[in-house]
């Protein structure tokens, strides 16, 4: 099993970056895919990004493409995800979740991932 710490929510203002970072603990991470999720209060959880085992490939939600970016170093057990020209609309608590399938697919945004970590809050003010 693999445990999950995200680390770097905080508050900011629309328009403002934020870098959300989620190290790992227990296994090695590079056999895994990696992914970003959010849930806002009275919302669903939805999927953000995930990115393969090498780093090599990447989704994002409609909703995030250009504005988000996904990384992992591997040497690090580490994966990211850098948030640029945030939207109020981005108010959620975040979570990195890893999955033992090492690739990624159109199908991996409902994947049932296998680990998750107890998630950090981002909160963009307008």
């Known amino acids: 099993q693999v445990q999950l710490v995200e680390s770097g929510g905080g508050l900011v203002q629309a328009g403002g970056s934020l870098r959300l970072s989620c190290a790992a603990s227990g296994r090695t991470l590079r056999t895994y895919a990696l992914g970003w999720f959010r849930q806002a209060p009275g919302k669903e959880r939805e999927f953000v990004a995930a990115?393969?085992?090498?780093?090599?490939?990447?989704l994002y939600a409609d909703s995030v493409k250009g504005r988000f970016t996904i990384s992992r170093d591997n040497t690090k057990n580490t994966v990211s995800l850098q948030m640029s020209s945030l939207k109020p609309e981005d108010t959620a608590a975040y979570y990195c979740?890893?999955?033992?399938?090492?690739?990624?697919?159109?199908?991996?945004?409902?994947?049932?991932?296998?680990?998750w970590g107890q998630g950090t809050q981002v909160t963009v003010s307008s």
């Open positions: 990115i393969n085992w090498s780093g090599g490939s990447t």
């Open positions: 979740a890893a999955d033992s399938t090492p690739v990624i697919t159109k199908a991996t945004p409902t994947r049932d991932f296998g680990s």
